[in-house]
């Protein structure tokens, strides 16, 4: 079969694809927050990104500072964690880490009759107040952050909202989005382990954890 | 704040999922290939996978046809690997294997000019022909497939061809679909880890790995 491929080097792959999004945007993105939605377009080759992400006043501000201070992420998704750029991590020395296998969040999830994403904020919160918590999958995730944090338990330097689905999902992002905490999240159904890997690793080249290529 | 809640049990907001994607369906899904469009749609919220899935016509057979012999599964992404649900492969003693981390890939692909991706295509042609080949990233690993595959040098049982983005992705995903090879493959730009993952589980669950939940 005879197909036209594009003969750009890998390496310069993504800096042609950055182009390409660029150039079939519709929508109006501020620069400042355009690599953390280009990425996240980037991931999913859907451009309803580009109008459901919403961003806290400070989210940007405090994430880039997050980062720069060392501070680690929790996520509730190992897909999600898989994503993650570790060089870029190991820039600023961050750990990213998952509970989500953990023995004692399973034990903890049965005996609260909770599921092991609210269990695993628990334990993020026992580990440390300092952090930023990633969520690319359970809504019950946000909500449990949600709890701690009007109960005053946490105060997370971000919180990424990204779960997807039908069930409680738009539900808890808006939770989160009445807080006066900084996030970004995705409004709507529409998120995921990808999504969310895409906003911490935007964040991290932001901060300057690798070359932005665009 | 006060938001409402679906207060459904963890383990039935999964079958409550299924119902709504069932409920607001647009177009019509052949029952047998349901359980994968609608586990894709879960795993995205993007309603246009009931339009862009392709299916070779003996896909289904062979997928778990290969499943039930335990051949194993070669993906090009990590994230993919850490979707694939375990427990299911355990099931079927299946392995699944990412090599994309691999020191010797990374040397290839130096040494060759070419991807991690299509050096992780030769590296698993090495480890044994009879395998199922996921990609949900790197179109450079479909080109390398169809490459070798027309060379006679290989013949997956199945290749699932879910890479996401601009440039090459839509063609490479063309040239699997000239093959005559049991593929399953989200045409266009839209795939990703993340639906390759849920395409692969979607497929154990249907071989018998676990229960369907709808």
Known sequence: MKIQLDQSLPEDIEKRSFEIIESELKTYIPEDIKPIVK???????????????????????????AVKGGVNIFTDTNMALAGINKKALSVFGIEAKCFMSDEDVARAARENKTTRAAASVDKAAIEGKDFIYVVGNAPTALIRLYELITEEKIKPRLIVGAPVG???????????MSLNVPYI????????????????????????????NF
Do not use: W
């Not at 080759?45 to 994430?63: C, G, Q, V, W």
């Not at 969310?196 to 070359?211: D, E, F, H």
């Open 39 to 65: 990425r996240v377009i980037h991931t999913t080759a859907d451009f309803s990104y580009a109008e459901n992400m919403r961003f806290s006043p400070e989210a940007l501000e405090a994430a880039v500072k």
């Open 166 to 176: 039908f069930v409680n999902v738009v539900e808890s992002k808006e939770l989160i």
């Open 185 to 212: 999240v995705c409004a709507g159904r529409k998120g995921g382990s990808n999504v969310a890997a895409a906003i911490v690793n935007a964040i991290l080249y932001m901060a300057g954890g690798r070359k932005q």
